[in-house]
């Protein structure tokens, strides 16, 4: 028998998580089945459950993807000396998070947002997904907070400002952000580069 390539499961593997956040978020968790996932990957039982044992696993490998990406852009980006300002670097990772999907739309329209409201939503019921949302969060929080302190030793925020107080405050702007996405529409992320530098310049004279 031939031997599968990693590449090969890796690409198997991408084909069944995809097509699942898709079905997520179109329908959301509860009602989606297994068999609506199979039907939207165009692959056998056998084939899927190869790699996710049931739906529970393949939200979770989803979830922890997501902000396994995310932790991993504001981490490269805290390695700047100095790290690029908040309105660059929250529309940069955000754009780059949204350019990763691009290809995965419903109705013409971005899927991830609304993927992540429905997240958000059942973490309220399920302890198991709220606790691997609380762990990513802790995550990519203590790689803002790096990023806040990179800012302080650089002498571009102000020394006695609290780091986990700023860093929670922008990551609640990228959070906003997609929300607004999910509920009103796809909206650009120049958009929210220029309302952050817009909050940014305060007290700045002429």
């Known amino acids: 028998m031939a ?16 097509g699942a956040a898709l079905c997520f978020a179109r329908n959301g968790f509860h009602a989606t089945s297994m068999q609506d996932v199979l039907k939207e990957v165009d692959l056998s039982a056998g084939a899927v459950y190869r790699y996710f044992r049931g739906k529970d696993e393949l939200i979770r490998a ?3 993807e997501v902000l396994d990406d995310i932790r991993t852009s504001f981490e490269q980006a805290a390695r700047q000396t100095p790290p690029p300002p908040p309105h660059e670097l929250i ?4 754009g780059q998070v949204l350019r990763e999907r691009e290809g995965l739309r419903i109705d013409g329209t971005p899927y991830f947002p609304r993927l992540v409201v429905q997240v958000w939503t059942e973490t309220l019921r399920n302890e198991e997904l709220a606790a691997v949302i609380q762990s ?9 907070v790096g990023i806040v302190k990179g800012y302080q030793e650089a002498g571009m925020m102000r020394a006695d400002a609290d780091p986990d107080a700023v860093a929670r405050t922008m990551v609640a702007s990228a959070q906003g952000f997609l ?27 002429g």
């Open 3 to 18: 031997r599968v390539s990693q590449e090969h499961l890796d690409a198997r593997r991408r084909q069944i998580l995809d």
């Open 62 to 64: 989803i979830v922890t």
């Open 91 to 94: 529309s940069a990772v955000m």
């Open 136 to 144: 990513g969060y802790a995550r990519v929080l203590a790689a803002w």
């Open 179 to 205: 929300i607004q996405q999910a509920l009103f529409g796809e909206e650009s992320v120049a958009t929210l580069r220029a309302g952050l530098s817009g909050l940014m310049s305060m007290g700045e004279t």
